[in-house]
């Protein structure tokens, strides 16, 4: 018989639990360009994820793969400095356990940020859009197959998915640093291949804003954990699959998410200190 994922989340946790010191408050995930965010933490404690009993590393081009663990504008931070994904071909219960981990770690908010491509023609490269709901386009869960009552319910609520409490915050921080803030729904698609002309279209139609290939098998989890989740999109190409559609490469999609990356830092520099208190 194979393993629970609470037995599998146990021998993770107990590989590194003497190494990690205080329990953390909250959990950051670095999306593609984005992993130079994780300078910024202070006194960091760091654990590559090969070091971890039973956890995937990451090999997508820039995600480093491994834990930054200090001080983060005030807040004890686990900093997960690169992110698995399904397109390199980690199963979604596999995806699940980095996030569980970061619960048993303490954290009980989840920040997610992710390079996306821009469905709304308003958008532009350069922007920062706080998601607000996301579009499952993967056709697989992390829930798929067996509950574990220890980590969370069988049937969770996704209604409120992105917290309401924790995106206002976000929206008033960006307000206080002058940082434009886009809003609106996240397309997560499995990748590796970027989206047709076509696609793009029709997700557009389907009422999504952004669209990438990470976040929602993360945040389905951390949900199911019962963390509170809040997701930032770094706007890093036009993807309007309109007649003016250009042609794009990852290497430019994380250049511009980098530069997004100074509004992102903005925006959490003045988040974090303001954000409650959550249980883990």
């Not at 090999?59 to 004890?76: D, E, N, T």
């Not at 619960?103 to 958008?123: E, P, S, Y």
């Not at 190409?237 to 003016?244: E, K, M, Q, R, V």
């Not at 830092?265 to 409650?276: M, N, S």
Request: glycine share 12%.
């Amino acid at each position: 018989m194979s393993d629970s994922q609470s037995e599998r989340l146990a021998r993770a946790y107990a590989s590194i639990e003497n190494r990690v010191g205080a329990p953390c408050e909250i959990a950051l995930v670095l999306g593609s360009g984005l992993g130079h965010l994780a300078d910024a933490v202070e006194n960091p404690t760091v654990i590559p994820y090969g070091e971890i009993d039973g956890f995937p590393v990451s090999s997508a081009p820039g995600h480093k793969g491994q834990f930054v663990i200090g001080s983060l504008f005030g807040r004890r931070t686990i900093v997960m400095q690169g992110r698995l994904h399904l397109y390199e071909g980690w199963q979604p219960r596999q995806i699940a356990l980095a996030v569980y981990l970061l619960k048993r770690l303490g954290a009980g908010t989840f920040v997610v940020t992710n390079a996306a491509g821009g469905l709304n023609a308003d958008f532009d490269a350069g922007d920062v859009m706080l998601i607000e709901d996301h579009l499952n386009f993967t056709s697989t869960s992390p829930l798929i197959g067996p509950n574990d009552d220890e980590i969370g319910l069988r049937f969770p609520d996704q209604s409120k998915l992105y917290d309401p409490e924790l995106r206002q915050l976000a929206i008033d921080s960006a307000a206080r640093t002058g940082t434009p803030l886009r809003r609106g729904i996240y397309c997560g698609l499995n990748g590796p291949e970027l989206e047709t002309s076509a696609e793009r279209r029709f997700f557009r139609s389907a009422g999504g804003d952004a669209v990438g290939m990470s976040t929602v098998m993360e945040v389905i989890a951390a949900n199911h954990a019962g963390m509170r989740v809040l997701g930032l999109s770094a706007i890093a190409n036009a993807a309007t699959g309109g007649p003016d559609q250009q042609p794009d490469t990852i290497e430019s999609v994380a250049e511009m998410a980098a530069v997004c990356g100074e509004k992102i830092v903005g925006i959490l520099e003045d988040l974090f200190p303001r954000l409650p208190a959550a249980s883990a």
